[in-house]
């Protein structure tokens, strides 16, 4: 329960998460921000006006999945690391997700991760197919990870350091 552990339930997820229809359209953010915290970076970062905050600051934001075209400022713009974008639309068994990361070291592209779900367990070895900077005065990295679909909305997080060179 988030609460006592901070991991989110079925229940908070699921008001949060889009539609398999959108989710197999292309990349979309989503928010799994669910406490009721003053901040609202997500909202000003978003070129889109997909993220929005009703009726104040104080609210978790929304995304409107319509709008969202998965750019991922949002990503790298959050304090909190709770945006993750989330690609299905790839013909192939394999998503895209990409995770906000903030300790070293950074992980380089083609190299293998070992990706935790939000609990912390190991869900597998996962490519990084690209490793963004936030840029300089911005210390959260933007990777994107390499996951079969069945675990997209599983992985959140990887095992820092120890990374293994991908094939
Ligand atoms: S991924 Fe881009 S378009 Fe989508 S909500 Fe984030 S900033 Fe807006
Ligand atoms: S910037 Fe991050 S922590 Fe702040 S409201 Fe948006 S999603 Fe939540």
């Known amino acids: 329960m988030l609460i006592k552990d901070g991991i989110p339930t079925k229940e908070d997820l699921a008001a949060v998460l889009p539609s398999e229809e959108r989710l197999a359209k292309g990349p979309v953010a989503i928010t799994e921000c669910f406490q009721n915290i003053a901040c609202n970076p997500c909202v000003a970062a978003c070129p889109q006006h997909a993220i929005s905050m009703e009726p104040d600051i104080n609210a978790t934001p929304k995304v409107d999945p319509d709008k969202c075209i998965g750019c991922r400022l949002c990503v790298k713009a959050c304090p909190g690391l709770a945006i993750f974008v989330v690609d299905m639309s790839r013909p192939e068994d394999k998503a895209l997700v990409t995770i906000p990361f903030e300790f070293l070291p950074v992980p380089q592209k083609g190299q293998l991760v070992c990706g935790l779900n939000r ?18 005065k911005n210390m959260t990295w ?22 293994r060179d991908g094939e």
Do not use: C, D, H
Request: aromatic share 8%; hydrophobic share 40%.
């Open 119 to 136: 609990a912390g367990e190991e869900q597998g070895w996962f490519k990084v197919t690209q490793a963004v900077s936030g840029g300089k």
């Open 142 to 163: 933007m990777l994107t990870l390499e996951v079969p679909k069945e675990l997209a909305m599983e992985v959140r997080n990887i095992k820092v350091g120890g990374y």
